[in-house]
RNA sequence: GUGGAAGUAGCUCAAUGGUAGAGCACUAGGUUGUGGUCCUAGUGGUUGCGGGUUCGAGCCCCGUCUUCCACCCCA
């Protein structure tokens, strides 16, 4: 192969490898969100990563950044439109809906955790795979559970030890937010020279999506409009009172956003996004985010099924973790490392090996190689506490070698009770620790 | 999609327009089969890619790709 053609290998734009040495991370972090899905009876739940183009289109919204431009679509060879999964909320709904879930105890209560695409620019905490871990609770309107989701949210970043705060509003429902639109929309009007080019379409089109404009100019006028919260019908602010008391007993430290509108429109009364405060600019940035969509399950074709749910960003958690120097667990460590000389023992240490495995010993070995001392380096990096050392002279005496690696004393003993030896002496050890 | 910065060895980085280097890492040695420190040597690069200017380009110019950063959006 040519220097030209093995250039052409590269990652994907927007893709990442996820290395040996970053594993520490995420099996931390996958284990602490399978450790809140059993804890709080949410079941593990895999939907496929491909699904039909316009469950998305229908779902997360036509009209939103997603669907619009940064959906990986394509047209299978069965003339299919497909979509890599952008999100995962609508791929549960469907789930629920298609495999009958509605027959079950409700709430029905899942959780996942996958690799979602979108065609987006990169940059800080931005790739084109990422993976979420996310928690959706369907078959029920009660506040008790947008608290509930809130809160699973909110342990799961406590257990990591990074300090997130919860910014919450209400959206309002079907039969509110039409109201509060046209408020917020004559408002608009009556301001429209002083707001940006896309506020000005926003009148019209998307109101909501001017209340997070990043304009300065659009930012001040905001602050004077009107709030979804005072225009909420008497069912939606008796539900977001209900969160925010629960919230309260839960002692979830919370923080009112007018802001939090989400990007996608299947969202209704609750919506709320994890933040952290960013150590160096101090910029909020949003690890996660969530809330109700209580008319999705009905816009796919189920009964009108009211549903809570989030999902948070491993990577963007995992950037925190890194950035934060957050210790994290190590990786799996080995006790004892086991070294050969010669081709006998390299077959007798093969077996060896085995056996020391299923006793339930941490054995490493490097059988490729043949030095010894290369082999000692090997053990002194992995930091091993002994080495188990068989060469010719040990095999003709039906011997092996224990080596202290922190002292250097080695000892002699019977081949056939090298197990037992090494579960003795790595007992000790312990046994002085404590 | 818009704007800004940067691309040299696996990693971190040097190199007035004049023969591409260091540290770390990796490999092999420092007499028989012994690690942590040390010493020696070696492998590894068409300087992201393609053009242009020049006697001569890692360096200057243009394009392109990728990464990073910001906007937008979100996770």
């Known amino acids: ?56 289109d229908r779902s997360v919204g036509a009209y939103t950044d997603i669907v619009e431009k940064e959906m990986y679509s394509f047209r299978d060879r069965g003339d299919e439109d497909i979509t890599l999964r952008p999100e995962n909320t609508a791929g549960v709904a469907r789930a629920y809906i298609e495999k009958g879930m509605v027959n079950l ?38 506040a008790v ?35 509060y639109q046209e408020v917020l929309s004559d408002y608009l009007k009556g301001k429209k020279n002083q707001l940006c080019e896309d506020c000005k379409r926003r009148v019209t089109k998307n ?7 990043k304009e300065e100019e659009c930012q001040k006028l905001m602050a004077d409009a009107p709030q979804q919260v005072d225009y909420l019908c008497e069912a ?63 816009e796919l074709g189920g009964r009108p099924t009211a549903a809570v749910g989030m999902a948070i960003g491993i990577e963007r958690t995992i950037k925190e973790l890194r950035a934060q120097d957050i210790k994290v667990p190590e990786k799996q460590e080995y006790d004892i490392f086991l070294a050969q000389l010669g081709k006998e023992a390299r077959k007798k240490c093969l077996s060896l090996q085995d056996k020391l495995l299923e006793a339930e010993v941490n054995v490493a070995e490097n059988f490729s190689r043949d030095g010894l001392k290369t082999q000692l380096e090997l053990a002194n990096k992995l930091n091993v ?40 002496r790595l007992k000790l050890r312990d046994g002085e620790g404590s």
């Not at 608290?147 to 039969?175: E, H, P, T, W, Y």
């Open 1 to 56: 192969m040519s220097k030209k053609e093995k250039k052409a290998f590269q990652l994907v734009k927007g893709m990442k490898d996820i290395l040996p040495e970053d594993q520490r991370y995420w099996e931390h972090v996958r284990r602490i969100g399978r450790e809140l899905g059993s804890q709080y009876n949410y079941g593990r739940i895999d939907t496929p990563i491909l699904e039909f183009t316009k469950l998305f």
């Open 105 to 142: 105890p409700q709430p029905v209560k899942l959780y996942y955790f996958g690799p979602f695409f979108r065609y987006d620019k990169p940059q800080s905490g931005r790739q084109r795979q990422f993976w979420q871990i996310g928690f959706e609770a369907i078959g029920s309107d009660a």
């Open 145 to 179: 559970l947008d608290a509930q989701v809130i809160n699973i949210g909110m342990k799961f970043f406590r257990r990591l030890g990074l300090a997130v705060v919860v910014q919450i509003n209400s959206l309002g429902c079907v039969d509110c937010r039409p109201n």
């Open 207 to 213: 109101p909501l999506r001017a209340i997070d404009c």
């Open 236 to 298: 939606c602010r008796d539900h977001f009172i209900a969160t925010l008391e629960y919230l309260d007993e839960l002692e979830v430290v919370y923080n009112l956003n007018p802001k939090i509108v989400r990007g996608l429109d299947y969202y209704t009364r609750t919506a709320f996004e994890y933040t952290i405060s960013d150590q160096e600019s101090g910029r909020q940035s949003a690890l996660g985010g969530g809330g109700r969509y209580d008319g999705l399950v009905e």
């Open 385 to 424: 506490k002994y080495t188990l050392i068989l060469g010719q002279k040990e095999i003709v005496d039906g011997t092996i070698l224990i080596r202290d690696m922190e002292g250097g004393i080695q000892e002699v003993v019977d081949f056939n009770k090298a197990i037992p030896e090494v579960k003795k």
